[in-house]
Each structure stands twice: as C-alpha cells, then as structure tokens.
Nanobody, 121 residues
Framework: QVQLVESGGGLVQAGGSLRLSCAAS????????MGWFRQAPGKEREFVAA????????YYADSVKGRFTVSRDNAKNTVYLQMNSLKPEDTAVYYC??????????????WGQGTQVTVSS
C-alpha cells in the first residue's frame, strides 16, 4: 500500500509558476513509476507527466511539454511537478499516482487526493 499526499496548489496569474509536490509513504517509493494527471470541471482526467522509478525516463503531454518538468527525490519519497508559464487552461485538480510508467490512468494503482491549481487570466 502506498499513500500519496499532494501539496503546492493554489491561485496564480497567467504566466506564473507553481511547484507541486507529492509525498509518499508506505511501501518502497523508489520501486514505483509516478504520474501526474489533472481533471478540470466537466472534463475527463487527463495525463500530464510521468517519471520512471529511477528518474531516467520522463513523458509529457503535448499540452505541457516545454513548460512543465517532472522530477523525483527517492531519498525524500517525493515527486515534483514544476509548472512554468501557466495558462488559464491549466486550471484543474492535479493528482499524483503510483504504479507503472503509463500515459493512461489505469496504469496506476495508487492515487492522491488532489490539489487545486487555478490560473487567472
């Protein structure tokens, strides 16, 4: 069992930055690939970014490529999502997930509760 807790969300103006964190507890964090997803009101949950257990492989959605960076610190059991040049369309609840390296939600076994990111224009 892995417990995930996201933090770092908030309200930011367009063009600004936020860094989300996802702290993990429970079974060995470093054995899991990690993903970030988001869900806007009235929309389906969508893939944002993923990182392998070693940090050596990363994937990004086209909509965030070049603006967002996923990283992890296995010594701190934490995965991060650095979000720069934020746009109003980035507004959503952001979730971290632990499981297999995948760009779809069913590849992940454990989910956090989510953190709200709101980007004002």
């Amino acid at each position: 069992q892995v417990q995930l807790v996201e933090s770092g969300g908030g309200l930011v103006q367009a063009g600004g930055s936020l860094r989300l964190s996802c702290a993990a507890s429970g079974r060995t964090f470093s054995s899991y690939d990690m993903g970030w997803f988001r869900q806007a009101p009235g929309k389906e949950r969508e893939f944002v970014a993923a990182i392998s257990w070693s940090g050596g492989t990363t994937y990004y959605a086209d909509s965030v490529k070049g603006r967002f960076t996923v990283s992890r610190d296995n010594a701190k059991n934490t995965v991060y999502l650095q979000m720069n040049s934020l746009k109003p369309e980035d507004t959503a609840v952001y979730y971290c997930a632990a499981g297999s390296l995948a760009k779809n939600a069913w590849g992940y076994d454990y989910w956090g509760q989510g953190t709200q990111v709101t980007v004002s224009s």
